[in-house]
């Protein structure tokens, strides 16, 4: 789950500093999705259910597991 208000890094960061990865921020009805290599560059904002449908079609990905 999501803590609103903060960005989080996703769990696949990778070794070394965990900087090869996307950072999410939950805006409650929306999320905003950036490059944590490039944290001031523009961020992708969608709709929070239309971010909940998208992560489940990647869950329910043969090639997810």
Sequence with gaps: ML???TWQKSSFS???QGD???EV?????RIS????KAPTRAALTFPAPAFAAFLEAL???????
């Excluded at 921020?25 to 009805?29: A, G, I, M, V």
């Excluded at 999705?33 to 944590?36: F, K, T, V």
């Excluded at 869950?59 to 597991?65: L, Q, T």
């Design 20 to 22: 090869a990865c996307v």
């Design 59 to 65: 869950k329910a990905s043969p090639s997810a597991g």
């Design 33 to 36: 999705i950036r490059d944590s």
């Design 14 to 16: 990778g070794g070394g």
């Design 3 to 5: 803590t609103p208000g």
């Design 25 to 29: 921020f939950n805006r409650r009805t």
